[in-house]
């Protein structure tokens, strides 16, 4: 994936160009957004807003160039993804569904949606915590290795033993999978 986001659109960024922070936006919001909806975020829209606004009230004080802009963004949106389960924690629990009390005869537009969204959530099941964090940074965030590892606090080479042993761990489910299904199929008459 080409990143459009140079040195200079950085640098004209900084001096509060409009046409370099809507670049800047339009580099980084994809990314952003998706990190937000993969770690299970109530509302990823707004904290992708509330990452930027951040991000661009303290861009002067950003260094190194693109590559620490985007760190710092995704910084950002981790520690606004942490808050906002920290807040979570503090609220009381709702009451529960109950699809047996609901006497609609159609799907609401909610389920109808959750139920068509593409997520990496089911993929990622049955990995470690930091497996899954490398993976939506590295995949989903299209981070590099050292952006990667600053954001989760790590080294560079311990991020590439973690994605390397969640990439093991996927390949050998997917496997295992395809094996059942291949038995399966073998095993019903035609």
Request: hydrophobic share 40%.
């Amino acid at each position: 994936m080409a990143d459009p986001l140079t040195e200079q659109i950085v640098s004209e960024a900084c001096a509060n160009n409009p046409v370099a922070l809507r670049a800047v936006y339009e580099s980084l919001a994809p990314g952003v957004l998706g990190y937000l909806r993969s770690k299970g975020c109530e509302d990823p829209e707004g904290l992708s807003q509330e990452v930027f606004l951040t991000v661009f009230a303290k861009l002067p004080t950003v260094t190194g160039g693109a590559a620490g802009l985007r760190t710092f963004a995704f910084s950002v949106a981790h520690a606004r993804m942490v808050d906002e389960f920290r807040r979570r924690e503090r609220q009381p629990a709702t009451a529960p569904y109950d699809p047996l009390a609901d006497t609609r005869y159609t799907e609401s537009a909610e389920a109808a949606v959750l139920g068509s969204t593409l997520s990496a959530a089911p993929l990622l099941e049955g990995l470690t915590d930091q497996q899954r964090e490398v993976l939506l940074l590295r995949v989903v965030a299209d981070l590099s290795l050292e952006e990667s590892a600053t954001i989760m606090g790590k080294t560079a080479n311990s991020v590439k033993q973690l994605q390397r042993r969640a990439l093991i761990a996927l390949k050998e489910r997917f496997a295992g999978k395809e094996a059942a299904e291949h038995a399966r199929h073998v095993q019903q008459p035609q």
